[in-house]
Each structure stands twice: as C-alpha cells, then as structure tokens.
C-alpha cells in the first residue's frame, strides 16, 4: 500500500514506511517515487594499532567522530575478496547471520566463519539499522548538490518528525536523529532515503528514473531496483 504524503505547514512530510518482503520494492515506495537502490553500507578502517592504543587489551567500537577523523569506509568488494565469499548476497547473509537476525533455516553460520577469519585488527564492521558516517555524508552532498536546503525527518520508534535546514546538518547531526529507523526527505520530494532494521542497508529512493546516474555520481556501492527486487534481496545465498 502506498504512503501517503502528509502537508504540515509550508514543509512537506513523508512517514517512515515498512517494507515487506511479499512484493517487490518498487511496488511499495510511496507516492510520487519511481526508482530505488539498496545502498550497501561501508565497513571501517581505523589505522593500525588504534585499538590497541584506545584501551589495552579491550575490543571497542570506534564514535562516529573517531571514524570521520581516523577512519575510512572499506567496501563489499574488498571484503567479499578478503572472506573468500562469493557474493553480495552471500555478504549480507553472513553479516545478518553474525547478529541473529535470521531465523535458524536460513542462518549461515559456514558464512559467517569466513567472515569473522577475514577481519583484521583495527577492520569493524559496519554498525546494522544505521548508515556509517561516510555514507550519510555522501546522502548530504548528493541533496546539496541537487538544490535540497531543508530536510524532514520521520522516526517511528522514538515517535519523532521535523525539520531541519540543511546547512545546519552534517553526518554526525544526522546519527542523532535516530537510533534505528528513520526517513529522510528533501522538501521537494525529490529523493528520500531509509534505514532498515536488522540490517546494513539503505533504501534511496528517486523521484525520476536516473537512480544508476545518481548512484555512481557519488561513487555509492549499490544495488539498483529492478521490478523483481525485494527487500530480502540476499535470500537466494
């Protein structure tokens, strides 16, 4: 079912939507948008030894303010060639596996090994429900590039909207949006962006059917909606 737009004001809103694994995506975005991709979500590089000089013999994540100052975002790529796995499909069941957020038939635990024996020190990986700060930065610049000055937002668990002026917003202002799932709008309904839970993927969705140009504009790692993609798009691994 299609999601309504709601108009609050001058500023126009879009309502988190929960997408179903019973229909193809496409077929649930809301009103007005015609093409999606799946953002993959980088994994992180902190410099070597940081672990070990943050705290003695202690496995600790990095902040997002450490990751943007230290950091840089590995791809699925360069982790698909260090596991020895085959796929993107086969990437994300193993990282979905890692954090029990399959149902026993479909848990690769054989996946998740490869994985786990591929991670170096000072390698993370990627944080699930939420994007790494490289990504949200790449989601800033293609809205600012694109004339965006103003964003709403739509959180379902925290029972949050509103908006915010996009110059005042920068990637770790965005984190604090949300602890899990939020929708990201411009205030032309131009594009949108979400995060999934249980995940480690973003949905961008498009107003036009440019989403192949305006993916490699900013260099995202991506799986572009086809009429026949679903949201458990990795179930065939």
Not at 147 to 156: E, F, H, M, T, V
Not at 168 to 183: P, T, W
Not at 201 to 219: F, H, L, P, Q, Y
Request: net charge negative; proline share 3%; with cysteine.
């Amino acid at each position: 079912m299609k999601k309504q737009i709601k108009q609050k004001g001058e500023s126009l809103m879009l309502d988190y939507i929960w997408l179903d694994d019973n229909s193809p995506i496409l077929d649930q975005l809301p009103h007005n948008f015609t093409s999606a991709a799946i953002l993959l979500h980088p994994f992180v590089q902190m410099p070597m030894g940081w672990g070990q000089n943050k705290r003695e013999n202690e496995h600790i994540y990095p902040t997002d303010e450490e990751i943007l100052k230290y950091g840089k975002p590995v791809s699925w790529d360069a982790i698909i060639n260090k596991s020895k796995l085959s796929t993107y499909e086969e990437l994300a069941v193993a990282l979905k596996t890692s954090i029990a957020a399959l149902r026993r038939e479909y848990a690769r635990e054989d996946l998740a090994d490869k994985l786990k024996s591929s991670m170096e020190s000072d390698l993370y990986y990627l944080d699930e429900d939420f994007p790494t700060v490289f990504l949200v930065n790449d989601l800033l610049n293609l809205l600012s590039s694109k004339g965006a000055k103003k964003l709403s937002y739509s959180d379902p668990i925290l029972d949050k909207r509103g908006n915010i002026e996009l110059k005042n917003l920068n990637a770790l202002g965005v984190s604090e949006l949300s602890l899990k799932e939020v929708m990201i709008t411009d205030e032309n309904m131009d594009f949108s962006f979400m995060n999934v839970y249980d995940s480690f993927i973003t949905i961008i969705m498009a107003k036009g059917n440019d989403i192949n140009n305006i993916v490699s504009s900013i260099n995202l790692e991506a799986i572009v909606c086809s009429k026949n993609t679903y949201i458990n798009w990795y179930s065939k691994a």
